[in-house]
T-cell receptor
Framework: DGGITQSPKYLFRKEGQNVTLSCEQN?????MYWYRQDPGQGLRLIYY???????QKGDIAEGYSVSREKKESFPLTVTSAQKNPTAFYLC????????????????FGPGTRLTVL | AQTVTQSQPEMSVQEAETVTLSCTYD???????LFWYKQPPSRQMILVIR??????QNATENRFSVNFQKAAKSFSLKISDSQLGDAAMYFC??????????????FGQGTRLTINP
């Protein structure tokens, strides 16, 4: 079955440590996204990538880094510079925007819950 | 920058009745997409319904329909014959139609819907 997988489901980090969240998709989508979800704030965009070896900052990129070496993979690193990393992280993917008539829905993974101890 | 506002943090409805969730947005663009996503307790984001701004006809998907008021920048979701499985967080989201590879979503804060048996 095609879809998006995220691992781990739960992740615990000590203060000062970097951690990497995995996101893999087998939908053959070019575009991938990382969102952060906090209670009462909805989802906010961290980083997105339109194509392999290219990515752009979203609205809350500070303290995060990404790479896009393969079409299927878009890992997110939460660095020690992120002051409040405890949150739920969602990865998504979509085909490129092909115009008004295109069905370019974003598909979401199951998420990773990160807790800083 | 576009913004999306959901003014109802929580709503409840009796099973089999109808409920309407509100969403307003702010944009200077004339062409765009609007979405309603559902997030059940599993936290998996599921697309409920989509509306293209250039279409005057309101979108419908089985028991789910929208009331799209472009001039008022309003996009409400109506759920008819509510079922226990409809209990979830509902997010309204906006996406520009500007032609580019990735399509960033701007989310509202969410509305938690409870279904009373």
């Amino acid at each position: 079955d095609g879809g998006i997988t995220q691992s781990p489901k739960y992740l615990f980090r000590k203060e000062g440590q970097n951690v990497t969240l995995s996101c893999e998709q087998n939908l053959n989508h070019d575009a991938m996204y990382w969102y952060r979800q906090d209670p009462g704030q909805g989802l906010r965009l961290i980083y997105y990538s339109q194509i392999v070896n290219d990515f752009q900052k979203g609205d809350i990129a500070e303290g995060y880094s990404v790479s896009r070496e393969k079409k299927e993979s878009f890992p997110l690193t939460v660095t020690s510079a992120q002051k409040n990393p405890t949150a739920f992280y969602l990865c998504a993917s979509s085909i490129p925007n092909l115009g008004l008539a295109a069905n370019n829905e974003q598909f979401f993974g199951p998420g990773t819950r990160l807790t800083v101890l | 920058a576009q913004t999306v506002t959901q003014s109802q943090p929580e709503m409840s409805v009796q099973e089999a009745e109808t409920v309407t969730l509100s969403c307003t947005y702010d944009t200077s663009e004339s062409d765009y997409y609007l979405f309603w996503y559902k997030q059940p307790p599993s936290r998996q984001m599921i697309l409920v319904i989509r509306q293209e701004a250039y279409k005057q006809q309101n979108a419908t998907e089985n028991r789910f329909s929208v009331n799209f008021q472009k001039a008022a920048k309003s996009f409400s979701l109506k759920i008819s014959d509510s079922q226990l499985g409809d209990a979830a967080m509902y997010f309204c989201a906006y996406r520009s139609s500007v032609l580019q590879g990735a399509q960033k979503l701007v989310f509202g804060q969410g509305t938690r819907l409870t279904i009373n048996p």
